[in-house]
């Protein structure tokens, strides 16, 4: 296996021409034709015969629909090039940013705005989102991360690389975070694997388009060991209580070991990297301690489990039993799914594709490859389809839809379902939403609507009325018997920073602030009357529209050192952000949020909260949400001194 560090160093030598043959013969044309645009600055690479078609639907595009004899004079060309970069006989300027977002729009056949060439270029690594710190003025200044899942990894890594003193003090046994604790049947991301990885080390020997889980989990913890910063993480340690202690300015951080033993820090700032999918939701059904066989939520799953041959139940239909029912289907004797909602389910041609040797070696031996490839996904799955998301006040049709497009969407899904289901068009009344897809966040396909066909798999619409000794009560009295009941029902998300009390600087709590289910943060970062407290993966912080939770956490990340550095290197002893500064930021996330489709009612979702506002998306673009978060400006808080 090819190491991360691989990409980052630099590209692997060429040993052997046929492989460097074998890796064009597989690579991407588009994705070619960038590389070849970067290392030659020539312009004419962007233009005809060698520009490509734009890709249908989200195609790959691999062959950039050019014909056969174009697309071997792109690969003729890129082998020369890689020859002299390799012999030193090329030595490339970085792309300005407005040549980086031309190369996009070129390599993809539409309009990239020049404005995001500076976004852009630090997701290429032109730029650097790394925060130089400064001369500090205070030598004991220590910094807690709470969690060490993949926000944790990367806070711990720049804290590492900047010298500022440090601890991670983690829950679990090993790194990785809700990546260690999810191990159920058919784990795996449902964002590109090229998009699941961090702009500083993108993962070029992938094995599939779309993960599974023990990769990604190996991934994290690969660069964790790179980053030298275990020897900072406390394992095993589960924080209970956080409080400011004013005369001292530090958190008091109350925690307690595997034995229950008590454990007490102070830290002068403190980091929150728990993440939004930590805690697990798991009903409180009436008579689940009777229930004689074994019952196990999917983030709790025993890997020893056999399902072979057994009568399974699973609660729920969303992400994870996407995941789990087609993985387990074969093997089970009957599977029975308790169906409280529909859910859309998108196709994606890679989503099952395994990355080819070759590919593999593109991503190897072409500099720069795995990089615009990534910036290809960058764009495709983020802010390319934000407008979609917008309400149309006038569209007559808001049932279903929420404008011509995303109406659209919903007739090329609702065909999909159909071809899907075959011979099985019963299932249809069963199965297809009724509310505009993008509602509640996307799914992948994962085999879901044929395996649903399956004679030994059905659908029960409806909610759980009790568990049994021997299976489950259905809302309408009927039983189901199983052997095994799989709870798929999420994760306590819109309970940010859950089970932990945190006492603020006027001894209310954070829960007095937020209540059960209404977090309000400054850029999801920061709360007022919480000095030093810094939320990564905060509210209003998840992209409904799409791309993946490590580009925004990157975003915040930067944020957060920005104020860390503040404080190490000043006499300042703690800065909160100003009330009127957070109150204002919400009511425009608020107004914003109006006019997307999060604000849908035709269904529930975990985005709302009782109340029906929106907690967990963010409303912004990504450019809009990068730029808003790219400086902080000392004016939207109060300082503290001595």
Known sequence: MVSVNTQIAGVATVSEENSLDDALNCANIPTLIAVLAHLTGEDKWLQEPYAPARAKGLDDNDDGGLPPEIQ???????????????????APEDPSPERVARILSAILHEEVPSEYGPLLSEEMGFASRAVRFSEPANDDFVVGIIG?????????????NSGVRYEVLEKNDGVGGTWFENKYPGCGVDTPSSLYSYSFAPKPDWSGYFAKRDEVFQYFREIAEQSGI????????????????????????????????????????????VGQVNRPSIPNFEGIE???????????????????????????????????????????????IFQRSRHWALPHPNYQRPLADGVRLANELIPFYTRWYRLRAFWNFGDRIYD???????????DRSINKVNESHRVFLTNYVKEQLGDRQDLLDVVLPKYPPYTKRPLIDNGWYKTLTRPNVRVVESG????TEDGVLDEYGAEHAADIIIFATGFKIQQFLYPMEITGRSGKQLTDWWGIDDARAYLGVTVPDFPNLFILNGPNTFAGHGGSAILATEFQLRYTLQCLDWLRSTNVRAIEVREDVCDEYNDRIDEKMNGLIW????????????????VVNSPWKYIDYWRMSRDIDPSDYIEIRD
């Not at 998301?389 to 049709?397: K, S, T, Y």
Request: proline share 3%; aromatic share 8%; glycine share 8%.
């Open 230 to 273: 275990y020897r900072h993480i406390r394992f095993g340690i589960e924080v209970d209580s956080l409080k400011w202690d004013a005369e001292s300015a530090t958190w008091l951080v109350v925690a307690h070991d595997r034995s229950g033993v008590r454990v007490e820090r102070r830290y002068h700032a403190l980091v929150s990297a």
């Open 464 to 467: 759980v009325s009790r568990i």
């Open 72 to 90: 071997d004079e792109i690969r003729d060309a890129v082998r020369r090039v890689v020859v002299d970069y390799q012999a030193g006989l090329l």
């Open 599 to 614: 604000s849908h009612r035709g269904t529930s979702t975990y985005f709302r909260n009782a109340a029906g506002r929106v």
């Open 388 to 398: 979609t998301m917008q309400i149309d006040p006038e569209w007559p049709h808001p």
């Open 290 to 336: 009777s229930f004689r066989g074994i019952a196990r939520h999917t983030a709790e799953w025993d890997e020893s489990i056999d399902l072979s041959g057994k009568r399974v139940i699973v609660v729920g239909t969303g992400a994870s039993a996407m995941q789990v029912v087609p993985t387990i289907a074969d093997s089970v004797d009957q599977l029975t």
């Open 148 to 160: 060490a899942g993949m926000s944790g990894i990367a806070a711990a890594r720049e804290l590492e």
